[in-house]
């Protein structure tokens, strides 16, 4: 059985998410979502509101399971016999940051391997932080988050 941890902030998740997520799922026999909880992070969505966005988003993947990890990731990983991180790649930015965590990660624990899956051309400019700011000024989110997020991110900055 190949499982496999997509971790991230997804404050809020959008469509370069789920896009990853159903991609990933459709490679590895079980996908694990995991939602960052770092207590020194200021979050728009409660962990517990982006996990219950992802389990909506994708209930018809049946091997997609949601967790929150408010940990190391490589603890977590550990404790549920997971060695493999898959990450998104946006761009060349996204690599060089994404590249560093890699080998954070695998000092860390060196059978932990990190995939890098690169987006799918409409989703590359897609990055949670600016579409938070897009709604904090009423701004169309649509075409970038799943209708359910565009609504959650409406009623926040109501
Ligand atoms: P971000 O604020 O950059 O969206 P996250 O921590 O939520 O940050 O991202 C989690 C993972 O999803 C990271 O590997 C990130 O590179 C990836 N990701 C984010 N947006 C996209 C996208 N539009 N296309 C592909 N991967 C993405």
Known sequence: MLKAAFPGSFDPPTLGHTNIVRRAASIFDELLVVVAENRRKK??????????????????????????????????????????????????DDFS???????????????????????????????????????????DTTGMVPPLVAEALKAKYR
Do not use: Q, W
């Open 97 to 139: 940051y994404e590249f560093e965590l890699s080998m954070m990660n695998k000092a860390l624990d060196p059978r932990i391997e990190t995939i890098f899956m690169t987006t799918d051309p409409e989703y590359f400019v897609l990055r949670s932080s600016s579409i938070k700011e897009l709604a904090s000024f009423h701004g």
């Open 43 to 92: 979050y728009l969505f409660s962990a517990e509101e982006r996990v219950a966005m992802i389990r909506e988003l994708v209930k018809d993947c049946g091997n997609v399971l949601v967790e929150i990890c408010d940990t190391l990731i490589v603890d977590f990983l550990r404790r549920r016999d997971i060695r493999l991180l898959v990450r998104g790649v946006r761009g060349l």
